[in-house]
Structures are given as C-alpha cells and as structure tokens.
C-alpha cells in the first residue's frame, strides 16, 4: 500500500454512477469506512455533457448499447486536487456497460490513470450480471499503468435472467418493466436489494478492519 502521511488509513474513492445504483452501494460502503475510523475522500466522475437516464426511447437505448460496446468514451470534467493526495487505497467503481467499464471510467483512465500508478486500487463493479470482461478489461488496463490490483467487489442486480436484462433495457429506454403484465410478474424492482445494500455496508467494516492491520504503528 502506499503510505499516508497519518495513521488513520486514507481511501479515495473515484466513481461513476449513471443510474444511482453504484453511488447507493459506494455510499453504504463508506459508511461502514468511516464508522470504523477511516477517513474517506470521494472524487465522482462528472461528464462533461450530463447524460439523461432514462433515455426516453428504444432506439436510443439501442445506439447506447452499440456505442458502450464498441467502448466509447465520455469525456469527463477535471478531477479535484483531492485525487492527487496520499491514500492507503483507491476505489474505483462504476458499472458495466455493455460487457466493458463505463465511458466515463475509460476516459478517467486515458487521461488521468497515471494517479493510479503504484497505488492499490479496488475495483468495485455494479452490473445486471455480465461483469467478468469488464473486470479483466478493468484489471488489464490498471496494471499497463502501473497499479496494484485487488480482487473486485461485485455486485450482481438480483433479479433472474432473462428477465433482469429485459427489465434494465426497458428501464433505460424509460419505460416501466415493474407494471408489464408480464415482465412485472418475474421483474419485481429496478436495481440492487437492500440486502446488497447492507451487504456493502459490512463490506465497508471488513475493509476498514484490514486497513487498521496494515496501518503504521
């Protein structure tokens, strides 16, 4: 790990989230950092043209899912000073786009990866469920600059296939999947679980709990 210039562990922690459901889990997350002593920093990637979820139409949602995996990038606004800071450890979370990382996410590492060189990164992945390319991708990408990566946290929405993928894809699109007399009886909600949400939120602890090990005595 790199050392901070204190003993409480540090953690940065850089981030997308397009549909709300990665800032849920980031924030759960951080809860249990902090209530455990850890100060966080959190650094969110802002596009610089905003982009609109729901998109409003099909057809829109389907020229996302091409441009998304074809890995298109979105351009970012400047990271705050705060990113360039000592860290004990760097989380960088968004979701999975298209079987890849985000747009935004892909943009942060282009231009700004170099932050991330000889620091230990944690990756934390939101997705409907096919994360494992985009975590390779991801682990590729991190350790060409230089990082030290960590096994991901992953979290899978919950519902079942084929079900989640026609229930997100609608959601995107701006429609209302939870009230299809047909997709509702299978998709019951958009998204991550309270569970998962609590989930995070231990994860949080035990993390923090491994950071205190670590820490200078």
Request: charged share 20%; aromatic share 10%.
């Amino acid at each position: 790990m790199t050392e901070a210039s204190s003993e409480q562990p540090r953690v940065l922690v850089i981030y997308f989230s397009y549909s709300g459901q990665t800032s849920g889990l980031l924030h759960r997350l951080v809860d249990g950092l902090r209530e455990e002593g850890v100060a966080v920093t959190l650094e969110r990637l802002q596009p610089v043209v905003p982009l609109r979820f729901p998109l409003g139409s099909v057809a829109k949602t389907l020229l996302m899912m091409l441009t998304t995996f074809l890995r298109f990038r979105v351009p970012i606004a400047p990271l705050g000073d705060s990113c360039r800071q000592p860290s004990d450890l760097v989380i960088l979370a968004g979701p999975t786009w298209s079987y890849n990382p985000s747009g935004p996410v892909l943009s942060f590492l282009d231009r700004d990866g170099r932050l991330l060189t000889g620091r230990t990164v944690l990756p934390l992945i939101s997705c409907r469920g096919y994360w494992r390319l985009h975590w390779y991708g991801l682990r590729h990408l991190l350790r060409r600059l230089g990082a030290v990566v960590q096994e991901p946290l992953v979290f899978n929405h919950p519902q079942p296939e084929p079900w989640r993928t026609i229930g997100v894809f609608l959601k995107i699109a701006g429609l209302v999947p939870e009230r299809s007399p047909l997709v509702g009886r299978y998709y019951r909600r958009f998204g991550h679980s309270k569970e998962q949400l609590e989930l995070a939120w231990q994860e949080g602890r035990q993390l923090a709990a491994r950071l205190w090990a670590a820490a200078p005595r």
